[in-house]
C-alpha cells in the first residue's frame, strides 16, 4: 500500500486539470449499462439483454454492431474479455435505434435501446464446476461491439447462473429527486443535491473461499451521469447525495442514474430538463 | 658581606614572583574533554600535557604578561591575551572550536569488520551529509550507492533489476517488515541512532538468505559513554529528539523519537481538492531506545527497540483509477516493533559468539469501503554465531539464522491480477473472503570459511554454504556460495564470487485461499567478479575505484496466473556493471557512481520483456564541499526511464461499471528518462557547550518533471504522463549538546 501515499502525495500535487472527459459528462456515442431480465438464471433458462447507451448528438442514427455470446472465460481472474477460447459462442448483430422523439429535440440521445439480443444458458453449464462455483454463480458473458466515429466501443454483460434457488431481482429507482424533491423537468444549479430513492436491498447468500456461507446484503450503487457539467460523486452509494458543481445550461439536458446491485441487477431512471 | 648577599638575592625572589595558570580544554560544542594535548606559556617556554579530563596546570608561573598558546590539528589554533594574562593565579576553561563538526558530534563509529568485498557501506559520517537524503536519512542516502535503482514514489529499495519484494531489510541482522515511511521520504529509525546502513547486492555471503535481490542492512550504534548527550530537530516535515548517556560505569542508553506531521502539510494542500477529504491526518512516528551493558571482559550485552507506525484516513469522493471499488472511506495503518537483545562473548582472542533474539510484531490493516486487509504476526527471529581463527590461514563462521512467524489474517479483497504492471480493476476480481490463522518457520544455518594457502598468501578462498528449510512450502535447500579473493598488490583488490540464494513465495502468494498452496520458492545463481584500486597511497586524499559486474539467473519466480492464481513458470536474467570512483581532495570530495544493467523477465503467454525497473544507464554524480561551518553537497542522476506497458484500449463491464484495460506488449514502452538535481546546504553554530545545526534540503531543484506514471481516462481513450515530486525543499534546525 506504500505506493498509494505517493501516489496521493502526486495527486495533490498535481494541478488537477486533466483535460480527460469527465465520467459523468456524456459526449457522444457510450454505452452505459446493459440491463438483463434476469442477471442470474437457473438454468436452463434465458434472459434478454437490453443496452442503456447515450448518443449525444448523433442525430438519431442507428448504430450497428455485433453480440458475442460465450462461457466467461474468467474475467474475475484476470482473462481478456473474449469468446476465442469458447468453440460454442453465439455470434449475432445487434442495432441500436433512437427513437425517443423527446430527447432528440436537443440532440441528447441517451435512454435505453429498444432491441434485445436473448442469452440462453444450457444445463451443462455447470459440468465439471465446484459446489462453490455452481452454488454462487458460474457466468455467460455477451460482448457488444459497435465502431462509431472510427472508435470501436466494447462493453459486455454477465448472466449468472446459480443452484442457489432464488435468483436476483432487479433493484428499483423510485425517485430521482433534486433538493430532496421530485426532480421533474427542473435542472439543477449549482451545487444542487441530486438522490435517488430505491427499494430496499435483496439478501442474499454466498459460500466463501473458505467454504463458509455467508448472508450479505446487496451494495447499491449509483451511477450519475448528465449531459452538461460535472458531479461531485459521479459513482455513489444509494443513499449518497450527488452535488451538481456547475452552473445549469441555457439549453435542455439530461440527468441519468443508473442503479446497480452488485449481482448484475440494474435499473435506470432519466430525467430531461425543460430546454 | 654574606648578608649583603642573602638581601640581593632576597630582593631577585620577590621580582620572580610566581603564579599558578590552571585549566581544563574542552572542545567547543561537545564539551569533549581533550587529553594528551601540548599547551604552551610564551614567552617563559614552559609547557604543559592535559590529562585524561583535559585538565593541565603550569606552576610558578614568572607573574606578569604572558600567553597560553594552544595549537592542535584539528582545531582552531586557541592563543590567550598576552597584557596581564600571568598575573594572578588562573583557573580557566578554554574551548577549543574543531576546523570541521560532523554532523551529529556525539556518535562514535566503531571499527566495522566488513566481510563482504561487494558490499557498501555508508557511516553516519557520510549518510548524514548525502545530497537527496532528506536530512541525512541513512536508507535514502543507500539509494546513491551503485546498483540501486531510482525508485521514484516506490518506498522501497531496488537492487540490481531485481523486483521490489526481492530486497531485504534487517536491523541490526533481523528482518523488519518495512524500512521506509509512506512515500519513502524517511526510513523507520532515527538516522542519530544508526551507525551505518549496508547493502549487499549480488554475491553476498551465506550470513544471509531469503533475499535474491540484496539485503538493505541497518546497524544501530553504541550509547555514548562519556557523559549524557542530547539532539533534537525540526524541520516541514516532522522532529524529534534523542537523549544517550550513561547510566552506571557499566551500562549506557539511548532513546530517540520522531513524529512526522506530513499529514497537516498534506491537509492544508488538499483542503480545496474535490476528489478526496482527509479525515484523519496522515502521520508516522516511530521509536527507537539502545541499551548496552559490559557485562563483564567478555561478554556484553545490548537491546535495541524499534517501533514505528504509520496511519492514513481519508475519504474518496470519486473513484481511485476509475475503479468503482476505490471509493469512499480508506483507511491504512502500518505498523511493527522489534526488541532484540543480543550477547556477544569474546571468548578468547581467536574466537567469539554472537547470539542475537528479535522479538515482535507486525500489524498491517487496509480498509477500503469495507474491503480490508487485517494481518497481525508475531514474529520472533533469531540469531547465533561462532567465529574462530584457528591458524593464520583458516577462519570459520558457523551461524544459524531461524525466523517464526504466526500470523492471523483477515481479507476481504478482490482478487487482483497483474501482469506487467497493468492490473484488472479491484472492481472486476472475485471477492475472497475468509480468516486465517497460519504459522511459518523458516530455518537457515551456514558456514563461512576463510582459507589461505598460506599466511603470506595473496589469494583468500570461501567456500561457503548455506541451508534454509521453509515450512510453509516444505522445501530444504543447499545453496553453496563461493567467493574467491585476491589482493594483486597493497592498493588492488580483485575479487569473484557464484553462488545460489532463495526466497519462499510471498504469503499472498502461497495462500490456499488467495494464492496457491502449491507455489514453491524461487531461486537464483549469482555470478560477480570486481576489484578494488586504491590510488590514495595510503592517505586519505586521492581516488578510489571499485568496478562489480554481475550476472543473475532467476528461475522458478512467481507469477500471476488466470487458472490457479500463481505459479512458478516464470524466469528472468539479470546482467550489468557497476563502478564507483570517489575522490577527495582538501575540502572536497566527489563521487560518479555509474550502473549499466540489463534485466529480463520472461513469462509463459507474453514472451520475454524487461523488467519493471530496468534501468540501462544509472548515473549518480556527488559532491560535497566542508568549509569551516559550511557543508554543501549536491547529487545529480540521470537514470533511464524505466519500461512501462502501453493500454490499447478498454472493455466496459457493465456490471461494474468500469473499463477493464487491454494490454499491449509487456513493458514494450519506456518513462522518459529520469534527472534530477538535489542539494544540501547546512551551516552549524558552534557555541561552548552546544551545537546549532541548520540546513536546507532541496530535492529537485531545477523542478525537472520527470515521468513516475501514465494516467488514463476512464475508457483509456486518452492518457497523461504523471510527473513525479516537484522541487522540494525542507528547511530544518537541530540542536544537540
Same mark, same amino acid.
Not at chain 2, 539532539?231 to 560505569?249: H, T
Given at each position: 500500500m506504500k505506493p498509494f501515499f505517493v501516489l496521493l502525495l502526486l495527486f495533490l500535487t498535481s494541478c488537477g486539470d486533466d483535460k480527460f472527459n469527465r465520467v459523468e459528462e456524456l459526449k457522444g456515442f457510450r454505452i452505459l449499462g446493459v440491463v438483463a431480465t434476469k442477471s442470474e438464471v437457473v438454468p436452463p433458462d434465458s434472459s434478454d439483454l437490453q443496452l442503456i447507451v447515450s448518443d449525444i448528438g448523433g442525430g438519431g442514427r442507428t448504430i450497428s454492431g455485433?453480440?458475442?455470446?460465450?462461457?466467461?472465460?474468467?474475467?474475475?481472474?484476470?482473462?481478456?474479455?473474449?469468446?476465442?477460447?469458447?468453440?460454442?459462442?453465439?455470434?449475432?448483430?445487434?442495432?441500436?435505434?433512437?427513437?425517443?422523439?423527446?430527447?432528440?429535440?436537443?440532440? $441528447?440521445?441517451?435512454?435505453?435501446?429498444?432491441?434485445?439480443?436473448?442469452?440462453?444458458?444450457?444445463?451443462?453449464?455447470?459440468?465439471?464446476?465446484?459446489t462453490r462455483e455452481q452454488f454462487n454463480g458460474v457466468s455467460y458473458i455477451t460482448i457488444f461491439e459497435f465502431t462509431v466515429d472510427g472508435k470501436t466501443e466494447t462493453a459486455?454483460?454477465?448472466?449468472?447462473?446459480?443452484?442457489?434457488?432464488?435468483?436476483?431481482?432487479?433493484?428499483?429507482?423510485?425517485?430521482?429527486?433534486?433538493?430532496?424533491?421530485?426532480?421533474?423537468?427542473?435542472?439543477?444549479?449549482?451545487?444542487?443535491?441530486?438522490?435517488?430513492?430505491?427499494?430496499?436491498?435483496?439478501?442474499?447468500?454466498?459460500?466463501?473461499?473458505?467454504?463458509? +456461507?455467508?448472508?450479505?446484503?446487496?451494495?447499491?450503487?449509483?451511477?450519475?451521469?448528465?449531459?452538461?457539467?460535472? $458531479?461531485?460523486?459521479?459513482?455513489?452509494?444509494?443513499?449518497?447525495?450527488?452535488?451538481?458543481?456547475?452552473?445549469?445550461?441555457?439549453?435542455?439536458?439530461?440527468?441519468?442514474?443508473?442503479?446497480?446491485?452488485?449481482?448484475?441487477?440494474?435499473?435506470?431512471? /432519466?430525467?430531461?430538463s425543460s430546454p | 658581606m654574606p648578608f649583603l648577599i642573602l638581601l640581593l638575592l632576597s630582593s631577585l625572589s620577590f621580582a620572580q614572583e610566581v603564579?599558578?595558570?590552571?585549566?581544563?580544554?574542552?572542545?567547543?560544542?561537545?564539551?569533549?574533554?581533550?587529553?594528551?594535548?601540548?599547551?604552551?606559556?610564551?614567552?617563559? %617556554?614552559?609547557?604543559?600535557?592535559?590529562?585524561?579530563?583535559?585538565?593541565?596546570?603550569?606552576?610558578?608561573?614568572?607573574?606578569?604578561?604572558?600567553?597560553?598558546?594552544?595549537?592542535?590539528?584539528?582545531?582552531?589554533?586557541?592563543?590567550?591575551?598576552?597584557?596581564?594574562?600571568?598575573?594572578?593565579? +588562573?583557573?580557566?576553561?578554554?574551548?577549543?572550536?574543531?576546523?570541521?563538526?560532523?554532523?551529529?558530534?556525539?556518535?562514535?563509529?566503531?571499527?566495522?569488520? %566488513?566481510?563482504?568485498?561487494?558490499?557498501?557501506?555508508?557511516?553516519?559520517?557520510?549518510?548524514?551529509?548525502?545530497?537527496?537524503?532528506?536530512?541525512?536519512?541513512?536508507v535514502r542516502a543507500a539509494q546513491n550507492l551503485p546498483g540501486v535503482a531510482q525508485s521514484g514514489g516506490n518506498a522501497q529499495i531496488i537492487v540490481q533489476g531485481a523486483s521490489p519484494d526481492d530486497t531485504a531489510y534487517l536491523i541490526n541482522g533481523h528482518r523488519v517488515p518495512l524500512v521506509f515511511h509512506f512515500g519513502g521520504l524517511s526510513s523507520v529509525i532515527i538516522p542519530e541512532a544508526v551507525e551505518r546502513v549496508e547493502l549487499l547486492p549480488s554475491g553476498y555471503g551465506?550470513?544471509?538468505?531469503?533475499?535474491?535481490?540484496?539485503?538493505?542492512?541497518?546497524?544501530?550504534?553504541?550509547?555514548?559513554?562519556? /557523559?549524557?548527550?542530547?539532539?533534537?530537530?525540526?524541520?516541514?516535515?516532522?522532529?524529534?529528539?534523542?537523549?544517550?548517556?550513561?547510566?552506571?560505569?557499566?551500562?549506557?542508553?539511548?532513546?530517540?523519537? /520522531?513524529?512526522?506531521?506530513?499529514?497537516?502539510?498534506?491537509?492544508?494542500?488538499a483542503k480545496n481538492n474535490d476528489?478526496?477529504?482527509?479525515?484523519?491526518?496522515?502521520?508516522?512516528?516511530?521509536?527507537?531506545?539502545?541499551?548496552?551493558?559490559?557485562?563483564?571482559?567478555?561478554?556484553?550485552?545490548?537491546?535495541t527497540v524499534v517501533a514505528s507506525k504509520d496511519q492514513l484516513e481519508l475519504i474518496l469522493n470519486k473513484s481511485a483509477n476509475n475503479d468503482t471499488e476505490l471509493r469512499g472511506e480508506f483507511y491504512n495503518r502500518t505498523e511493527f516493533f522489534r526488541i532484540i537483545p543480543q550477547i556477544i562473548t569474546q571468548i578468547d582472542d581467536k574466537s567469539k559468539m554472537d547470539h542475537s533474539l528479535a522479538v515482535g510484531r507486525d500489524s498491517i490493516l487496509v480498509n477500503i469501503n469495507g474491503r480490508y486487509l487485517d494481518i497481525n504476526s508475531n514474529v520472533i527471529s533469531h540469531r547465533s554465531e561462532y567465529v574462530r581463527e584457528w591458524s593464520p590461514t583458516y577462519k570459520t563462521f558457523i551461524g544459524l539464522d531461524n525466523q517464526w512467524n504466526q500470523s492471523e489474517v483477515g481479507i476481504n479483497l478482490p482478487t487482483s491480477y497483474s501482469v506487467g504492471g497493468v492490473r484488472t480493476p479491484f472492481s472486476v476480481g472475485e471477492n475472497r473472503k475468509f480468516k486465517t490463522e497460519s504459522s511459518r518457520t523458516s530455518l537457515g544455518a551456514y558456514l563461512r570459511q576463510e582459507i589461505k594457502p598460506s599466511a603470506d598468501s595473496k589469494w583468500t578462498f570461501l567456500p561457503n554454504v548455506r541451508v534454509d528449510h521453509f515450512t510453509r512450502t516444505q522445501e530444504t535447500f543447499a545453496q553453496p556460495r563461493f567467493?574467491?579473493?585476491?589482493?594483486?598488490?597493497?592498493?588492488?583488490? $580483485? /575479487?569473484?564470487?557464484?553462488?545460489?540464494?532463495?526466497?519462499?513465495?510471498?504469503?499472498?502468494?502461497?495462500?490456499?485461499?488467495?494464492?496457491?498452496?502449491?507455489?514453491?520458492? $524461487?531461486?537464483?545463481?549469482?555470478?560477480?567478479?570486481?576489484?578494488?584500486?586504491?590510488?590514495?597511497?595510503?592517505?586519505?586524499?586521492?581516488?578510489?575505484?571499485?568496478?562489480?559486474?554481475?550476472?543473475?539467473?532467476?528461475?522458478?519466480?512467481?507469477?500471476?496466473?488466470?487458472?490457479?492464481?500463481?505459479?512458478?513458470?516464470?524466469?528472468?536474467?539479470?546482467?550489468?556493471?557497476?563502478?564507483?570512483?570517489?575522490?577527495?581532495?582538501?575540502?572536497?570530495?566527489?563521487?560518479?557512481?555509474?550502473?549499466?544493467?540489463?534485466?529480463?523477465?520472461?513469462?509463459?503467454?507474453?514472451?520475454?520483456?524487461p523488467a519493471e525497473f530496468d534501468q540501462t544507464h544509472n548515473l549518480n554524480l556527488i559532491g560535497t564541499l566542508n568549509r569551516g561551518r559550511w557543508n554543501f553537497s549536491a547529487r545529480f542522476r540521470f537514470v533511464t526511464g524505466n519500461p512501462y506497458t502501453p493500454i490499447t484500449g478498454g472493455s466496459y463491464d457493465s456490471d461494474n461499471d468500469v473499463y477493464i484495460p487491454t494490454r499491449g506488449r509487456i513493458y514494450s514502452q519506456r518513462f522518459d528518462a529520469f534527472n534530477q538535481l538535489d542539494i544540501r546546504i547546512e551551516r552549524k553554530v558552534i557555541y561552548e557547550s552546544w551545537i546549532l545545526t541548520s540546513y536546507l534540503d532541496v530535492l529537485n531543484v531545477y523542478n525537472s518533471a520527470n515521468q513516475e506514471n501514465i494516467d488514463y481516462a476512464y475508457d483509456y481513450s486518452a492518457k497523461k504522463k504523471v510527473r513525479g515530486l516537484p522541487i522540494l525543499p525542507t528547511i530544518g534546525i537541530k540542536g544537540e549538546f
Open positions: 455485433t453480440t458475442k455470446t460465450c462461457i466467461d472465460p474468467g474475467i474475475s481472474l484476470g482473462a481478456a474479455v473474449s469468446c476465442d477460447h469458447d468453440p460454442g459462442t453465439v455470434n449475432d448483430t445487434y442495432d441500436i435505434l433512437f427513437s425517443d422523439i423527446a430527447l432528440g429535440v436537443s440532440n $441528447l440521445y441517451t435512454g435505453l435501446a429498444p432491441n434485445t439480443v436473448t442469452v440462453n444458458i444450457p444445463a451443462t453449464v455447470f459440468a465439471g464446476r465446484s459486455f454483460k454477465r448472466v449468472t447462473a446459480t443452484n442457489r434457488g432464488s435468483i436476483n431481482q432487479p433493484p428499483s429507482i423510485t425517485d430521482l429527486l433534486l433538493n430532496g424533491t421530485p426532480i421533474g423537468v427542473s435542472k439543477p444549479n449549482k451545487n444542487d443535491k441530486l438522490q435517488v430513492t430505491t427499494a430496499a436491498p435483496e439478501t442474499y447468500s454466498f459460500i466463501n473461499v473458505d467454504g463458509s +456461507q455467508e448472508t450479505k446484503t446487496e451494495e447499491l450503487q449509483v451511477a450519475w451521469y448528465v449531459s452538461y457539467g460535472e $458531479l461531485n460523486k459521479p459513482k455513489a452509494e444509494a443513499q449518497e447525495d450527488v452535488k451538481y458543481l456547475s452552473s445549469p445550461p441555457g439549453s435542455q439536458m439530461v440527468i441519468l442514474s443508473i442503479l446497480r446491485d452488485d449481482r448484475g441487477g440494474v435499473s435506470i431512471e /432519466r430525467a430531461v | 603564579v599558578t595558570i590552571k585549566g581544563k580544554l574542552i572542545e567547543k560544542g561537545t564539551r569533549k574533554k581533550l587529553a594528551d594535548v601540548n599547551a604552551y606559556i610564551l614567552p617563559h %617556554k614552559l609547557k604543559a600535557v592535559t590529562n585524561a579530563n583535559g585538565e593541565f596546570i603550569f606552576e610558578n608561573v614568572p607573574k606578569g604578561d604572558c600567553q597560553l598558546i594552544i595549537n592542535l590539528t584539528g582545531y582552531q589554533k586557541f592563543e590567550s591575551q598576552s597584557v596581564g594574562a600571568c598575573g594572578t593565579d +588562573q583557573n580557566v576553561d578554554i574551548y577549543l572550536e574543531k576546523s570541521t563538526y560532523s554532523s551529529f558530534e556525539s556518535t562514535v563509529i566503531g571499527k566495522y569488520d %566488513k566481510r563482504d568485498d561487494q558490499s557498501h557501506t555508508l557511516t553516519q559520517e557520510e549518510f548524514s551529509k548525502a545530497p537527496g537524503s532528506f536530512g541525512g536519512d541513512p551465506p550470513e544471509y538468505s531469503r533475499a535474491i535481490g540484496g539485503i538493505i542492512g541497518l546497524t544501530t550504534k553504541e550509547p555514548k559513554k562519556d /557523559r549524557f548527550h542530547g539532539m533534537a530537530f525540526v524541520d516541514l516535515l516532522n522532529s524529534g529528539g534523542l537523549i544517550e548517556g550513561p547510566i552506571d560505569d557499566k551500562s549506557n542508553i539511548l532513546v530517540a523519537g /520522531r513524529y512526522s506531521y506530513i499529514g497537516q502539510v498534506l491537509k492544508a494542500v476528489n478526496f477529504e482527509l479525515t484523519a491526518a496522515p502521520t508516522y512516528y516511530d521509536f527507537t531506545s539502545i541499551y548496552s551493558r559490559q557485562i563483564n571482559e567478555k561478554n556484553k550485552f545490548k537491546t567467493q574467491i579473493r585476491h589482493q594483486w598488490s597493497p592498493s588492488l583488490l $580483485l /575479487r569473484g564470487s557464484v553462488g545460489q540464494y532463495v526466497q519462499p513465495p510471498r504469503p499472498q502468494e502461497s495462500s490456499p485461499e488467495y494464492g496457491n498452496k502449491n507455489v514453491k520458492s $524461487l531461486y537464483a545463481i549469482h555470478y560477480t567478479a570486481g576489484f578494488t584500486k586504491d590510488f590514495r597511497d595510503g592517505g586519505t586524499q586521492g581516488l578510489e575505484l571499485t568496478n562489480n559486474y554481475f550476472y543473475k539467473e532467476l528461475k522458478n519466480l512467481v507469477i500471476p496466473d488466470v487458472q490457479k492464481n500463481y505459479t512458478n513458470k516464470g524466469s528472468g536474467t539479470i546482467y550489468g556493471a557497476e563502478v564507483q570512483a570517489k575522490y577527495k581532495k582538501d575540502d572536497w570530495s566527489g563521487q560518479i557512481v555509474y550502473t549499466h544493467l540489463k534485466s529480463e523477465r520472461r513469462i509463459p503467454q507474453f514472451g520475454t520483456a
